[in-house]
């Protein structure tokens, strides 16, 4: 009872509070809709769906897409879009190419990759700036704005207000604050009591609660510097860099993997020296201009080559900040665009991303000025061998490491050495010569289609493939070899025999290679494929590792081992004669070595560093955004708004060091005052910008305009000094009021704009796993080092802050959680309360296990009533009340002898079945046997020698290798009800033929099938009636065969129209389950205590 009347309390306070955490404006659908929507709408659909066109008289449908007005009106056929459903908007249908008589734009359809984007987009809700104060600038409006903009000014040099309530001030801050408030005729909230203000302070600074003994130390300390102690004791603390330094990894998008990259391994082996010495930083108080600077250029302020200071080589993994993002497949494009997003939006609040295809529509920043910044990045690389900066963590090892590291190598090595004389080998034979020469003139003149039929249908190596079809290309009738052959594969199939009788028989052969002429002369080929043989067991039987004697064998020979030949393959190109089976070994030996570097105690930490490349260049404008589509040169700059029209181009190298200069430079207006807000925001939940990332033309000056000013020009004076900010601000009575506001503030300030109160904050997941540890005595206090896996059991110690952050497998507790997406930079986190948060506190095994260890630790405290008062010290840090002493015996005393809990039926199952193209059904559904590197497949090896690459992840996976190996995520209904699906179907490659997914219902018919290409296609079945057991199969194919066959697909199956319940693939993704271990009574008292309100939420 005490347990599930604590949820309810967990689940409705937080509800309450979370209604006011979320209400801050997030402006990147906006920006979405200015880098993915706008440009295309313009090139594609204004000319006939504008205003432009009705005075053209080119007007179709009564449509206007230049307008969000007039997308929402629609046209002749009814409304355009219905924000949030692509499925009913008329223009996803259109763009689909779903009805020939609709299909839009008439003449071609548009790149799936775009569809998936305006799917995208719409399923977001449409957001449209096209009208009001958001509509778009004309260039000389813009301009004029600039001047004036609030945030592109200088910062102003401001003097406190005035205030009538100078006893309630405590600093300069709360003058500002008092005067909005008392011209609102606001009262601010009453001080916190010195137990809350004492924990919110602990957990501002270092994540953690504080102990018993810390609060009873405060609230004994009298003395009017009592506080002042506290948060230097905090600041002083290695966790306080760890706390501070993940709220930068969150603007920085830090993760230890590259994201989608196919087969290549996707780890970082370094991403951790990143996320380290940016938690030293601020544990140092490194200066902000200084830790910008780092970020942007360390190669060229730190000493890379020597190795006298090797505490200032650590700098450069400052680096990461620009490399630990993610690899789009490895896109050069979106790699650099990426960069520049992070750099911007993060240190100076400009959307500089917007520009990549047009002049940004808000805000003064041109294409050409995208592509000045992206012609930095261009000419940076990152060298195949990052730099050490430090020693092993355990320096025993080092020679180990080596010895290890030099063995794995030489064995991937050999392989490669002895695969490539055998491939070389096999294709030299005259059935492959023979197959290859035939292959590549059937391709002669034909189109990539056609190119790539011919290489899958023959099951050729496409590299080999195209190394014949270019050289063929090149040789003409007069060959002294293969002449015979361009004359006879031109003979039409009904005559070939004829005529090739009557050339081969003919005396006309002097300009013939006269060893051609014997091996051809009197054969009889009945066609190409046969004449094909003839000619490869003529390269074949002259060809040798010796040079021929005689001149004429010797030019054969010279055909299958000459230089440019197809053959003629270099061992530097040896991938290039390398099978699929070859380079999936290949890329396992070389995962065996990259594990190494982070799994091993005796691997050195290295940098992910740029460094600039040895010809720094400019590049030259990609018209609206396509490359290769190039216009004008883009010098290498700052952005002329801040830095003058008549700045001069960087010419330092790539010009990192002059950017890096330009952003942490305290004139530029911008770097400052975004820094200053962001410390407000993570301070108060929300910034007194309420768009922390960007600072544009969009955005209004805040209400606390003065403040800003005031807090950013402190901050430059003091030296860039973050800690020196953190003591101006926790100081202030502001920082210091209640959460409770009075009546008249939560009426006459709902959204706390003026700061009338504490905002109330649950715990970041990485705040309450810590917390949870911190409870139960588990928390490792150990700084730095190597991610950890903190989901599988053993569970680690370790704070959240050191878990390993995979892009594509993104734990289901961290997106319950709200934890900040990895795939791009993050201005804040909007936090929620969903039923999968309590459901994780309540059946979570890390959670339980806390529980006990928590329960333990009061083993020695003798009576009840003594073990229920140590709980609550180490839960809440503090005594418990008569009544909760009360509470917690009674509760123990009708939990004696309680039945055991019973684990109920798993709702997910992960496994393969055979899937019948023809009749869309599936059949011999089986569960996969292997959990390993979070997810579900078929052996240790991947590819798994039966079930060759099906494997299935929180958010996706890939099918096998024929439709006998179909990927399979099968629902269980728990109970009967009316259900409806949706979900997501991507797959990000470009390359192959697409995968296919359906949802079939116990072995009927499917209720929904979907195919994709490339990009994103919605998978949604609207109404399905289940019975308690019936199984839902979320199959997943890969068509014509299993290359490139990634997918991301978590489907959600939700009740409706009465039904309870909804179950997402994702969240609900798990290993192997482990028994449910049976609590006794003070474990299932103290699991109760962890799921309260009091202990997740900070005050």
Known sequence: MLRRALMLSFSLSALLASATTISAEDKDGIDFFETKIRPVLSEKCYACHSVAAEAKK???????????????????????????????????KAIRYHDDDTAMPP????????????????RMGAPDPRTGTAAPKAGQAIAE????????????????????????????????????LEAAKIPPAPTVDKRTLVRRATHDLTGLPPTAEEVAAFE??????????????????????????????????????????????????????????????????????????????????????GDKNTDDKRHLAALGFMTVGRRFINNPHDIIDDRIDVLSRGTMGLTISCSRCHDHKFDPISTKEYYGFYGMFASSEEPSDPPIIGNASDPKQTEAYGQEKAKREKEREDFRAKTYAERLKELRSGEMLAKYLLAAQDALGQDDGKRNEIVSTRQLERSVFNRWRVWLEKIDAQHPVLGPWKLMVAFPDGEFAQKAKELLTSNDHGWVNP??????????????????????????????????????????????????TPTAVAYDQANEVLNGKDEDKLRELKKKVDELASQHAGAPPRAMVLVDRANPHNVKVFVRGQPGN????????????????????????????????????????????VM???????????????????????????????????????????????????????????????????????????????????????????????????????????????????????FTGRRTLYGSIDRQNLPGMFRSFDFASPDAHTPQRFFTTVPQQALYLMNSPFAVEQARALAKRSDGAGTPDARVQQLYRLAFARSASKDEVKLGTDFIKTQDGAPAETEATPVWLYGYGVFDPQARTLSGFTKLPKFKDNAWRGGDNMPDEKLGYVNLTANGGHPGNSHAHAAVRRFTAPHDGLFTISGTLKRPAKEGDGVRALVILDGQPPLGDWEVTTGEVATTVGRVHLKAGQTLDFVVDGKSGPGWDSFEWSPQVAGIEGTNGTWNAADGFSGPKSAKPTLSAWERYAHALLMTNEFVFVD
């Open 107 to 122: 003449k071609e359809k548009m790149p799936d990759p775009v569809i998936a984007d305006f799917e995208h987009w719409v």
């Open 676 to 794: 200053a807000n962001r410390v407000w925001a993570w301070h108060f939940g929300t910034g007194l910008v309420r768009t922390p990332s960007d600072f544009g033309l969009r955005t209004e000056a805040p209400v606390h305009r003065e403040l800003l000013d005031w807090l950013a020009a402190r901050f430059v004076a003091d030296g860039w000094s973050v800690k020196k900010l953190h003591r101006l601000i926790m100081l202030s009575a502001t920082y210091q009021q209640s959460s409770n506001g009075t009546p008249a503030s939560v009426k006459l300030d709902p959204e706390n704009a003026l700061v009338s109160r504490f905002s109330r904050q649950r715990m970041s997941i990485e705040a309450m796993r810590d917390a949870l540890l911190f409870a139960s005595g588990k928390l490792d206090r150990t700084v730095g080092g190597k991610s950890v896996d903190i989901i599988k059991e053993p």
């Open 515 to 564: 060893v051609a002429v014997a091996a051809l002369k009197g054969k009889e080929p009945k066609n190409r494929e046969e004449l094909s043989k003839l000619y490869g067991a003529l390269l074949a039987a002259n060809d040798g590792e010796q040079k021929h004697e005689d001149g004429n064998q010797e030019a054969i020979r010279q055909l299958v081992r000459g230089d440019g």
């Open 58 to 92: 080119k007007l179709k449908g009564a449509l206007y897409l230049d307008s969000k007005e007039g997308v929402l009106k629609g046209g002749d056929t009814g409304t355009a879009l219905v924000p949030g459903d692509p499925d009913k908007s008329l223009m996803i």
């Open 220 to 305: 004994a300390d009298k003395s009017p510097e009592a506080f002042a102690r506290v948060i230097d004791r905090l600041l002083a603390s290695p966790a306080y860099g760890e706390r501070w330094g993940r709220h930068w990894l969150d603007v920085a998008r830090y993760a230890d993997s590259k994201g989608y990259v196919f087969q290549e391994d996707r780890a970082y082996p370094y991403a951790y020296t990143y996320r380290d010495w940016v938690v030293q930083s601020f544990n140092d108080d490194l200066p902000y201009d200084r830790f910008l600077q780092m970020q942007i250029a360390a190669d060229r302020l730190v000493d890379m080559k």
């Open 145 to 180: 704005q600039t001047k004036t903009h609030w945030s592109f000014q200088p910062v102003a040099a401001v003097k406190p207000p005035a205030v009538k309530q100078t006893k309630w001030t405590q600093t300069e801050i709360d003058h500002f604050i008092l005067a909005k």
């Open 630 to 673: 190039n216009g004008d040169e883009a010098p290498r700059g700052f952005l002329s708004f801040i830095a003058g029209k008549d700045a001069k181009p960087f010419s330092d190298g790539s010009g990192r060091l002059e950017l890096a200069r330009a952003i942490a430079n305290k004139d530029n207006p911008l770097t400052a005052r």
